[in-house]
Every structure is written in C-alpha cells, then in structure tokens.
C-alpha cells in the first residue's frame, strides 16, 4: 500500500516511541476507514435499485428473435419487392422474390409476416408450397433439394391491412394520415417490431440481402420516396403510378422504407473522402423553402462525420432526407425527418446545457446511423446500444466540431440526467428484445469515458474509423464491437464494458482524506472492475489513478483536501466515506510534527 505519512529529512529511521505511535494511530485510522467503506458497500447493496421485470420469453419471442433451424440453411442475398399501397382503405398487396444462398440441406423454409397480414401463397419454379403458419411465421415445405451453394429464390404473393402505427416511429407499422394542405401522406417506421409488419422476409437483423429492389405502387398524385436510387417511374394507366428504387448495397429489412406524399424534390453533391456523393432531399411541396435553409446542415454533418467515422458507407446509392409525418427513423439512404425545421429534438435540448439548440437533432443522430446501425448492424436486437450509444455519442461529437472539445463534452455530461438505471442496456438474445432505453444516454456516456482512457484523441479516432472500415456493412455481436475496442485501445476494458452495459449500477469512487493522504475504492461494480480516472490529487492538475475494490492511498497536495473532485469526463459517481472536521485535521497535522 502507498502514501505512508511523511518522514522528515534529518528524522532517524530507528523507531522510537513517538514514531510508533504515530504509526498505531495510522493503521487504527485507516482500519476505520475499511469498515466505514464495507459498511457503506453493504448498504448501497441493500438499497440497490430493483431490476426491471420483464415477461417471460414466449415461443413467439423465439421464432421471432432466433435463428431457428428453418431460417439458418439459408442466406438471403436479392429481395424483390412489389408493393401496391392504397391509402383509401388502408390496404397493401404485392409480393416479394426472395434469392438465397444455400448453406445446408433443408425442406423448410421459415419466412415472417405479421397479422393480419395474410399470405396468398409461396412458390418456387411456378409450383405453390404447401405452408403453415405458426403465429407471424409461415414455414414453407421446398420441393426441389436444396444443395450447399446453389442459388434459389421463392417468391411470396400477401395482401392486407397492416398494423397501424399508434405512435410512429415508437411503435412501429404503417402510418396513414394526411398533411396540412389534406393530401394523403404515407409512411412506414417498424424497428424493434420488424420489417415483416408489412412485407414478408426473414425477420432477423442477422441476415442482409446484399441489394433490393423497391418497387412502390402508389396514386398517381402521390411520389414515393424510398431507399436507394431511382431507377424508373412507370403511369400505370388505372390511376397509379409506381416508383422502382434500387439498393446496390447490404441493407437491414427494417430500414426499407415507404415515404409517400406531396413531395417537391431538390438536389446537391457533396465532395466527401469517397468521392461525389449526391444530395436528394424531398420536403412537402409547401415546405421547399424551410427545407432548404434547415437542411443545410447536411452538408457540416457529413463533414464531421466523415473525420471521425470514416467515408459516408453509402456513397453508391446516395444520401436522402425525406420528410416524414413522424419525428424521424435511420432508414438507411433516405433518413426520415419530422423535427418541423427546428432545432433541437421538437425545439428542446435533451442535453440541458443549450447546446443541443444550436442544429437539429433529427439530421444529426438519425444519419449518424448510417454508419452505426446501417453500415455496422447488430445481429440481435439485445446489443442495440451498438447502433443507439454510438449515435448519442455523435451528437456530442457534432457539437465538438461545431463549437470545440470543451462544448462537445458538456452536451455527452447534460444528457446523463436522462439516464434512468431502470434495467441493463444489454437485454436477453435470441428474443427480439431490447434493453434499457439508457442504450442512447448512458450508451454515449460509457463512449466518452472509454475516450478519456485512451487518453489520445487521435487514436481514439483511429477506433472509430476503424471500427467502419473493419465491419463495414456487416452485421456483428456487441461482443466483436468490445473486443475490438480494447484491443486498438491497447487494454482491457471488458470490465467496463460489463459494468456499463449489463448492471444499472454507476461506479462509485468511495474516497476519504486524512491530512496529506487520499485513501480511496471503486464499489457499486462488477468484480474485477479496475477501471482508472483522473482526480485533482493537486491543484489545478489532474492526475490518473487505478482504483480497485481494495482500499488504496495517495498523497495529497492540495490547499484544501475539500476540493478533491473526480474529472466529470467520466462517467462515475464519489462519495465521502468519513468526514473530517478541520479541527481534527487540524490536531492530526499537529500531532504530526
């Protein structure tokens, strides 16, 4: 243990009784401390907050949430959506082609589509499939073998009224609904819920086709706008009109979107580190000229992005900000914004700070999924934190390139007052279920405090560009995205991981001082938790030390051992463990000299 009491310069090292006592009265001191710590420990544990209850998992959870052994054969790789929307009676029908890739032999194929839609039927070669159907999964008995590599496709023929979406983009479904001027005005919002509420596929994030076709059939006074380029616009001739987009790259199914309305439509480029990237934006017609001036941050979003998380991941099929008549989803090439062309999340700044004022809060964080969550996907929904933490953390990041460090690190402090602690952010896999909503709050506070143990903004940097050049437009475990952290950060931070993402517990340094000397603990943590922080052991310096769950000293140099505080760049608590009066102080340094 270090930090013993000082030894004068001309004191004699053979022990007297002076010196023993000094020594008994120390060790008798610092015994107390242990207890006082222990006993605090014991009660925090008493009083921990309870966890979340949460339903027990349902075989519905796991056909929806696992990769069963009727969806592991095979591997999607084209989907060819055809969807015909009629807004007068809130009806879809179409079908979608589905090419796969055969991974193992297997007769049946588990495809998902929820109720109420209904399936018509399945085909493959021009013959219908026998199918059943087990709740929101339809298992297809194939007919011709399917052998290891081949490539085969089914097609799936559905019609139906599909969920509505009560509270978009929470809730998830279809959203009809009109806009000021009383044009009908469409859109779909299904993360969480899933892609499968309104057009069959393999329901999981796991599995990314590696392009589609989205084919929008809609009245001919209305334009759709979806994900990829344009390809085509065909006039039907019974009053209808369907737009063909194209997706060249690997997209998630929940991020396949229909957006269609009274759009007017405006474009630009950006000279970004892949090149050329277009600029589409489509407002409602009569919201051209708010768009053009609020949507302007697009293009210093992409800039700072870009710096700290490498190329825009979608340069071949474009950057989209379609508006939306709910207040924004991530849909991967054509963002949905509703934030009203304000600032803020709907004018308020959920950092407290004010900062959060100065640009709007849709662009930045729904286009920071472009890399975190479209680009880099999670395979269950239980480590979103990955696509949410990362997110909330580019807004902070923003705000650094926007207004400077100091600024950035304010607005990551302000949000932690959202943090509830009400259950862990890492949820159960293989359920389709997601954590704690502190995936975005404490998620992006968990980031910065991974930043200031790097200690090095270039390097930390290079982690993040790293991380979306090694798993560019995959899908990948929480678990991949830690390890790599720690290991391009050259050190262990698993605990850290652990303790963030599965406890609502926040780390707290249990410290006490005794003149000179800092004695000091984490508790409130995971065993093994040795995370470091940087304190003010003297003034106007910050200094890094190593807690563990074991009592540990340093010496002091402050003019007033009150003013100990822990940088609020991390993100942990403190609490005094025994007080000292200063005239106990006071008499301890007397009976010192």
């Known amino acids: 243990m270090s930090g013993t009491f000082p030894v004068h310069e001309k004191a004699t090292l053979i ?19 242990m207890v006082t710590f222990s006993s605090a420990h014991a009660q925090a544990e008493k009083h921990a907050r309870p966890r979340q209850t949460v339903a027990p998992p349902t075989h519905a959870d796991s056909l929806r949430g696992s990769i069963t052994p009727e969806r592991a054969w095979w591997d999607a790789t084209f989907y060819d959506l055809h969807v015909r929307v009629s807004p007068a009676d809130s009806s879809i029908s179409g079908f979608v082609g589905i090419t796969y890739a055969v991974l193992a032999p297997a007769r049946e ?21 026998n199918v059943r159907r087990d709740g929101n999964a339809f298992f297809a008995s194939l007919l011709d073998p399917q052998k290891i590599g081949e490539h085969k496709s089914v097609r799936v023929y559905y019609h139906g009224k599909p969920k509505v979406a009560l509270r978009p983009p929470w809730d998830g479904g279809f959203t009809w609904t009109q806009d000021s001027l009383g044009n009908p005005w469409v859109a779909t919002s299904n993360q969480g819920l899933g892609a499968s509420v309104w057009w069959p596929n393999k329901d999981t994030q796991a599995d990314e086709p590696d392009s589609q076709r989205v084919a929008i059939t809609v009245p001919d006074s209305m334009i759709d706008v979806s994900n990829g380029r344009l390809r085509s616009t065909t006039h039907n001739g019974d009053g209808t009109t369907t737009y063909e987009w194209f997706v060249t790259s690997p997209i998630n199914n929940y991020d396949v979107a229909v957006n269609a309305g009274s759009y007017a439509h405006y474009s630009d480029t950006y000279d970004g580190e892949g090149g050329t990237l277009t600029l589409d934006f489509w407002p409602l017609a009569y919201h051209l000229e708010a768009a053009k001036r609020q949507w302007s941050q697009v293009r210093p979003m992409l800039e700072c992005f870009e710096h700290w998380f490498g190329p825009y991941p979608w340069y071949a099929d474009g950057y989209k900000l379609v508006e939306a008549p709910h207040l924004g989803m991530e849909h991967q090439s054509a963002v949905a914004y509703g934030n009203h062309f304000h600032n803020g999340y709907l004018g308020r700044d959920l950092s407290h700070t004010g900062l959060g004022l100065g640009w709007d809060f849709i662009i930045v964080h729904e286009s920071a999924h472009e890399w975190f969550g479209n680009s880099i996907t999670t395979k269950d929904i239980a480590d979103s934190w990955v696509h949410e933490g990362f997110a909330n953390y580019a807004e902070s990041l923003f705000e650094e390139c926007k207004d400077g460090k100091d600024a950035g690190a304010r607005y990551v402090i302000g949000v932690r007052e959202n943090v509830k602690n009400d259950a862990p952010i890492v949820s159960q896999y293989g359920l389709n279920r997601e954590g704690s909503a502190d995936m975005y709050y404490k998620g992006g506070n968990m980031l910065h405090t991974i930043r200031q143990l790097v200690g090095n903004d270039e390097k930390w940097r290079a982690i993040l560009r790293g991380l979306n050049t090694t798993f560019r437009h995959q899908t990948v475990t929480g678990k991949q995205i830690e390890d790599y952290i ?17 406890t609502t517990e926040i780390p707290v340094l ?37 807690p563990t769950t074991s009592p540990q000293t340093a010496k002091l140099a ?36």
């Open 510 to 546: 249990e410290y006490c001082t005794r003149g000179n000397t800092l004695i000091y603990r984490w508790t409130n943590v995971v065993p093994g938790f040795d995370m470091p922080v940087r304190v003010t052991l003297a003034d106007s310096t910050w200094t890094l030390i190593r």
């Open 558 to 593: 402050l003019g007033n051992p009150a003013s100990f505080r822990v940088d609020p760049n991390f993100y942990v608590t403190t609490h005094l463990a025994m007080h000292v009066t200063k005239d106990e102080a006071a008499h301890r340094t007397g009976a010192r000299r």
């Open 15 to 33: 022990p007297t009784t002076y010196h023993v006592k000094r020594w008994f009265l120390y060790i008798r001191s610092l015994l107390a401390i």
């Open 486 to 502: 720690s290991a391009h950060a050259g050190m262990d931070l698993s605990k850290v991981f652990e303790q963030y993402l599965t």
């Open 109 to 129: 194929m588990q495809i998902d589509l929820q109720q109420p839609l209904v399936v018509d039927s399945i085909t493959q070669g021009h013959r219908v499939l």
